[in-house]
């Protein structure tokens, strides 16, 4: 269907659906049937399948109902991953501020990347155009207030948090990756390094790429690959902290 393919959702709609402003009802599908519903099976689709399996029509026989049902409720696929999306952000702790600024920080990165993790769909779906929903403006305030108190202008509080997110969702794309490839080949990082390696050395002249021999050869002897995602998350994570906590200080200084 022609909804299927839309690739953005239309801005009344999708708010409508968001905020919860009406509840449609279907008489053929009875009233059992809800957006909420609808918006936890295509989750529970997306997070075993991927979002390439979410139609319409795969919903509606998840349920049990026609997809004509389904569009009762929802106008089409792309309003569906807007709820999706948003709703999979009510998922999110949101304890107490405690701490220093870096410390909530740190919090606020790990919560992310563990949603990432259990919805890794959300790496493709999310765009740079925000999905403008409840649990995503709590998300918003809750994660602006943990730094809000550092002596930052407003907009270098929330360029702060657009860096520190950037990161996650790098990392989190560069892990989800590593998993679909071991999927996909059976194989794991350092198991397609050692199968590639002996081979490598009969291509490559005796000291030749000095540097990146002696560096790659400790990455893999650290990390089992000469990528670790795990490492590369806790390290660049510390760095842009690191980069952060310089421009506090300048700031202090100069107040």
């Not at 609808?38 to 997306?46: E, L, P």
């Amino acid at each position: 269907m022609a909804s299927e393919r839309k690739a953005t959702a239309d801005p009344a709609r999708s708010l409508a659906l968001l905020w919860r402003t009406r509840e449609p009802t279907s008489r053929s599908a009875g009233p059992a049937l809800s957006v909420d519903r609808i918006v936890r099976v295509a989750i529970d689709i997306a997070d075993a399948e991927g979002l390439d399996a979410l139609t319409m029509r795969r919903v509606g026989e998840a349920l049990g109902v026609g997809t004509m049902s389904v569009y009762t409720y929802v106008p089409g696929k792309a309003e569906l991953v807007a709820v999706m999306i948003d709703t999979a952000y009510g998922e999110m702790p949101r304890p107490a501020v405690e701490g220093d600024w870096r410390t909530r920080l740190e919090r606020i990165a790990r919560d992310n990347l563990a949603l990432y993790q259990r919805h890794p769909w959300m790496l493709r779906a999310e765009t740079t155009r925000p999905v403008l929903g409840p649990h995503l403006m709590a998300k918003y305030d809750y994660e602006l207030s943990a730094i809000v108190d550092i002596g930052l202008t407003d907009v270098e509080v929330d360029a702060v948090l657009t860096l520190v997110l950037g990161h996650v969702k790098s990392a989190a794309r560069a892990a989800s990756e590593v998993v679909d490839l071991e999927r996909e080949t059976g194989m794991t990082d350092g198991q397609w390094w050692q199968s590639h390696a002996p081979w490598l050395e009969t291509f490559l002249k005796p000291g030749a790429y000095p540097t990146a021999s002696r560096v790659g050869t400790a990455a893999g002897q650290q990390h089992g690959a000469a990528y670790g995602p795990e490492y590369a998350f806790e390290f660049g994570l510390q760095r842009v902290l690191d980069g952060i906590s310089v421009v506090v200080a300048e700031r202090a200084a100069n107040r």
